[in-house]
């Protein structure tokens, strides 16, 4: 089965401690991606990358990093400079290929990061 | 990218046909009409998308005015598991990854 895994699905870490999410696809997907999600709000996009070894900043990328080594993994650390990092985080992913499917993103079930 | 509106929330019944609303009045001649949901803390997942044309796959129906500046989603017999929060977007088809999710519609379907 084609799809993007995401873990741990829960994680909880104490303040001042930095904590990596992982992402894998096999979908041999171009395109991944990284949201934030804020209870009863909409997904803010974190970071984003097109192709191996390029990422770029979203909207809110401040206090976090991303890695981009194989096409099939992209795994956001979350650093101790992120203010409040209590959130939900789903990864996604993308086929760039002309006329793939316009645009449609895939997602993982999500990892849901509580800080103590 | 077009701006959208959508309810913040809405009841349907069980077994119905519910239809979800959408304004997207500044929409530009090369924007797709994008629909997707996610039920509770799970990731959104896609259901379909148009042009111009009304669309139908094995989830809902899409129907977008002549004009394109509104749409609507319809699922033919709503079931619990429809329960959800549904996300319309305004995007062009290829390019421009910052594809962003406003707060959606909370669609509750009521036994």
């Known amino acids: 089965d084609g799809g993007i895994t995401q873990s741990p699905k829960y994680l909880f870490r104490k303040e001042g401690q930095n904590v990596t999410l992982s992402c894998e696809q096999n979908?041999?997907?171009?395109?991944m991606y990284w949201y934030r999600q804020d209870p009863g709000q909409g997904l803010r996009l974190i970071y984003y990358?097109?192709?191996?070894?390029?990422?770029q900043k979203g909207d809110i990328a401040e206090g976090y990093s991303v890695s981009r080594e194989k096409k099939e993994s992209f795994p956001l650390t979350v650093t101790s400079a992120q203010k409040n990092p209590t959130a939900f985080y789903l990864c996604?992913?993308?086929?760039?290929?002309?006329?793939?499917?316009?645009?449609?993103?895939?997602f993982g079930a999500g990892s849901r990061l509580t800080v103590l | 990218d077009a701006k959208t509106t959508q309810p913040p929330s809405m009841d349907c019944a069980e077994g119905r046909a519910a239809n979800l609303p959408c304004n997207h009045s500044?929409?530009?001649?090369?924007?797709?009409v994008y629909w997707y949901r996610q039920i509770h803390s799970q990731g959104p997942q896609y259901i379909i998308h148009?042009?111009?044309n009304n669309e139908t796959n094995e989830m809902a129906s899409l129907i977008i005015t002549e004009d394109r500046k509104s749409s609507t989603l319809i699922l033919p017999h709503a079931t619990l598991r429809d329960t959800a929060v549904y996300y319309c977007?305004?995007?062009?088809?290829?390019?421009?990854?910052?594809?962003?999710f406003g707060k959606g519609n909370q669609v509750v379907v009521i036994p």
């Open positions: 996604a992913s993308r086929d760039l290929a002309p006329y793939s499917g316009a645009n449609v993103l895939t």
């Open positions: 148009g042009l111009k």
């Open positions: 990358s097109q192709i191996v070894n390029d990422f």
């Open positions: 500044t929409i530009s001649g090369n924007e797709y």
């Open positions: 979908l041999n997907h171009d395109a």
């Open positions: 977007i305004v995007r062009v088809a290829e390019g421009n990854n910052r594809l962003a």
